[in-house]
T-cell receptor, first 112, second 112 residues
Framework: GAGVSQSPSNKVTEKGKDVELRCDPI?????LYWYRQSLGQGLEFLIY????????KSGLPSDRFSAERTGGSVSTLTIQRTQQEDSAVYLCASSLDGTKQFFGPGTRLTVL | RKEVEQDPGPFNVPEGATVAFNCTYSNSASQSFFWYRQDCRKEPKLLMSVYSSGNEDGRFTAQLNRASQYISLLIRDSKLSDSATYLC?????????????FGAGTRLAVHP
């Protein structure tokens, strides 16, 4: 079956612009997570959606970052007024029950 | 102190060698444990869960010591294709949310 998909696979933007990153989770998975990973670093948790519950936003690094999950499926991560330090790979994962996670291929964001 | 700590490596081993990675976690309320594998410039993929009794999957053996808050992964008869970064992961249920906490990873390089 289809895995987690993310788009775009690569995004180059100029400092100060807004970007939107999309994640399509595995069908039926109620939990959806966003992480980012800088080159050679570990995964940094950003935000977590579980069903219809309020999301856990505790990992968002600033108010320039926000995410939505519409209809319990597709999620969009938005970064406003991008900065060079936002450059990283943004990974989305989904889970059936909040335990084992399945990752998408990521979006590589480069802020010039 | 990081919530999940791993030796970053790299571990450079010849084909056929046995190699072991260790990981420690700080939160005694951690409930589930996993090893993920991440190839260079790819997304993490679940390698195996870790159970208290220890578990084996082919050449891979995982152990958990709850008293010492320590997890291990043993790889026997290393193959070139085992070269990757191995991520130690713990699951916490806190505040109504399931969170996976990822270690920064241990890099393994298997050479001919």
């Amino acid at each position: 079956g289809a895995g987690v998909s993310q788009s775009p696979s690569n995004k180059v933007t100029e400092k100060g612009k807004d970007v939107e990153l999309r994640c399509d989770p595995i069908s039926g998975h109620t939990a959806l997570y966003w992480y980012r990973q800088s080159l050679g670093q570990g995964l940094e948790f950003l935000i977590y959606f579980q069903g219809n519950s309020a999301p856990d936003k505790s990992g968002l690094p600033s108010d320039r970052f926000s995410a939505e999950r519409t209809g319990g499926s597709v999620s969009t991560l938005t970064i406003q007024r991008t900065q060079q330090e936002d450059s990283a790979v943004y990974l989305c994962a989904s889970s059936l029950d909040g335990t084992k996670q399945f990752f998408g291929p990521g979006t590589r964001l480069t802020v010039l | 102190r990081k919530e999940v700590e791993q030796d970053p490596g790299p571990f450079n081993v010849p084909e056929g060698a046995t190699v072991a990675f260790n990981c420690t976690y700080s939160n005694s309320a951690s409930q589930s444990f996993f090893w993920y594998r991440q190839d260079c410039r790819k997304e993490p993929k679940l390698l195996m869960s870790v159970y208290s009794s220890g578990n084996e999957d082919g050449r891979f053996t995982a152990q958990l010591n709850r008293a010492s808050q320590y997890i291990s992964l043993l790889i026997r008869d290393s193959k070139l294709s085992d070269s990757a970064t191995y991520l130690c992961v713990v699951r916490l249920f806190s505040g109504g949310y399931n969170k996976l906490i990822f270690g920064a990873g241990t890099r393994l390089a298997v050479h001919p």
